[in-house]
């Protein structure tokens, strides 16, 4: 037997004798807490993601599709990329320009494979713009959750408005909660005892971000 199987068999014990619930689950709990922090028009809520992005340092850059392919290879090409991850499921036009090596997301890849990797490039599933969180469930255009830990160079595109809301009970009832979700504000970072800021511990060294204007 398990440690897990002790726990849970505690757990079972525990709750032997309490009545059944049968409140369906969206009514159990009271959810009269505020839903957006103030009223502001598409364009402010968009405004206001990339103020909080800025915020927690990451770069980000304001485009329409016609320019998209020639800013991320510029921003490949700043970094020195020579390989770059991207995800099967990105929209092909998007890389079209990047003039470096692609390297597939391959499920059997190590973390010295991803290492090697100077970039990668994603979508999201969407942004939160009081808070300057994206998300990532690992869609098609996102890849799996650890090629975007491991590379130092994050490049990641947000459709907007289309996938930015403005706050934080506005974005759970888009995602789905049983996917594996990354929730990213600004590139990786932590400070030490003495308040030194160390970035790229746990994830990229630098954030990417842009906003791809699909408001047409």
């Known amino acids: 037997m398990s440690s897990k199987d002790i726990v849970l068999g505690r757990v079972r014990r525990a709750l032997a004798g309490a009545p059944a619930d049968t409140t369906p689950y969206e009514q159990a709990i009271a959810r009269a807490y505020v839903r957006e922090h103030g009223r502001r028009t598409t364009e402010q809520t968009v405004d ?11 770069h980000v850059h304001r485009t329409d599709a016609a320019g998209l392919a020639g800013l991320i290879a510029r921003l490949l090409t700043d970094r020195g990329a020579r390989r770059v991850l991207v995800p099967a499921g990105l929209p092909p036009q998007w890389p079209a320009a990047v003039d470096a090596t692609r390297v597939e997301d391959r499920p059997d890849a190590t973390h010295d494979d991803l290492d090697s990797v100077d970039s990668v490039v994603t979508g999201c599933a969407l942004a939160i713009a009081e808070t300057g969180t994206i998300v ?25 408005p289309g996938q930015v809301v403005a706050s934080l009970p506005q974005a759970l009832e888009r995602l789905v909660p049983t996917r594996p979700l990354t929730w990213i504000s600004g590139p990786s970072a932590t400070s030490d005892i003495e308040l030194q800021r160390v970035e790229g511990v746990h994830g990229p060294r630098r954030l990417d971000v842009v906003l791809l204007d699909d408001a047409g």
């Open 48 to 58: 206001l993601l990339a103020e909080h992005l800025a915020d927690y340092r990451a």
């Open 136 to 160: 990532l469930d690992a869609g098609p255009a996102q890849g799996r959750r650890r090629i975007t830990l491991v590379p130092d160079h994050h490049v990641c595109v947000i459709r907007a």
